[in-house]
């Protein structure tokens, strides 16, 4: 590691910009818990690092009493988050735990789930069903047969004096997710949103496989998608896309010269299902649109779609990681799962979207238990705009990993789960990148 490096780079950042603290960080005391979109920083101070991690801690220790959590996260391997669930636990909350249970077996010791799940099973037989407290695994998707449990979603039924809170995203309750991920989590406080993303979490905990598992729910300017998709079905960031019309935005909208404006801040591109999106884009681009991608991980072919010459050139795309050792190894790397749309969608000259939660672009994402959430709010809409444009001007200096003069691959920092490469139930949930 190269901390020196890492810090002249901060330095750099917060020079560039006033707004960075606005955009990647939150506030720095939170009294009550409250709604909107939190962004971390992992290559800020620990406060906008663990703004994410913070703000959930948060929910969790106001938790009163006689009301419940319920959380589904790929992984919990944050010692705080768990010391906050036992407290929880003890003063009469009722805590319930959903990971993948690759993250926690004999291959992957996870001391810190293996503490919580003992924790949560204490003085249950004197609780109502309702109110006990567990934690448990899903052997691949939940509610599917294949996949994984990627869901990262976390609910309060009264938490600072307010009932039924709502966050998801693209974070894990993992320190990992704050010191080496950029992640996003959108807190909505809605008892009709509450009540399906609780009857989804009961399907969860079956770990059983539904023969239609995929839902769906509207609840005011939110649309909120649970996968996996049922067969046959499109996938739902290609639909969105394939309803884009480059021109005729209203004013007001799209990128303030009538054309469509673009948003992308993705991990994972991979697969016929990334390959398909890359298509779409590219020919957005050349009709148009105003688009700007980062993320961390394409696939060869996914790149060369999106770098493919064209009128109007290949779709502007910035890789967000960070490789401080030169070892291969991304220590930093962009794990939000963002797409922001404005401008003429569907016939609609004066569209705002913007779509989080957990989905990748990938094959196995499909297959996978994932949140895909799209809001027409401006707010979220202005606030994914500006993380998107910033870092795609003050990406972090990265470097491409070589052995004996040929490019190989590089792959994202695992600290906290299976080796990238190794199969779940017959997919590849995090293919390694290989770089031509």
Known sequence: MRPVRAVTLLAIMVMLTGAFVAINGSPPAEAAVSSGITINNPLAGPKRQFAIVRKINNAIRKAPPGSQIRISSWNVRSPSSVRALLKAKRRGVSVQVIIA??????????GLFRKLRKGLRKGNAARTPDMRSWAKRCRSSCRGTTGISHTKYFLFSTTGGVNHVVMYGSANLTTLSATHQWNTLNTVIDPALYNFMATIFNQQRSDAPMAAPFATGVFGALQMDVLPLNPAQPTPMLTDLNNVVCVGAAPGYGNGRGKTRIRIAMTATLGKVGLAVAQRLH??????CDIKVIYAVMGNRILGVLRAPGPRGGV??????????????YDFYLHSKVMVISGNVAGNPATNLAVDGSTNWTPVAMSSDETYARTASQAAVNKYSQFVDWWFVHAPSSWSYRKNGRASF???AQS????YGVKVKGVDPYQKLQLS
């Open 316 to 329: 502007p795309i910035k890789q967000v990681v960070k490789d401080v050792d030169h070892d291969g190894v």
């Open 283 to 288: 020919a957005l681009q050349q009709q148009g």
């Open 101 to 110: 249970k690759e993250n926690s077996s004999k291959r992957v010791p996870n």
């Open 416 to 419: 906290d789960g299976p080796a």
């Open 410 to 412: 590089n792959r994202l």
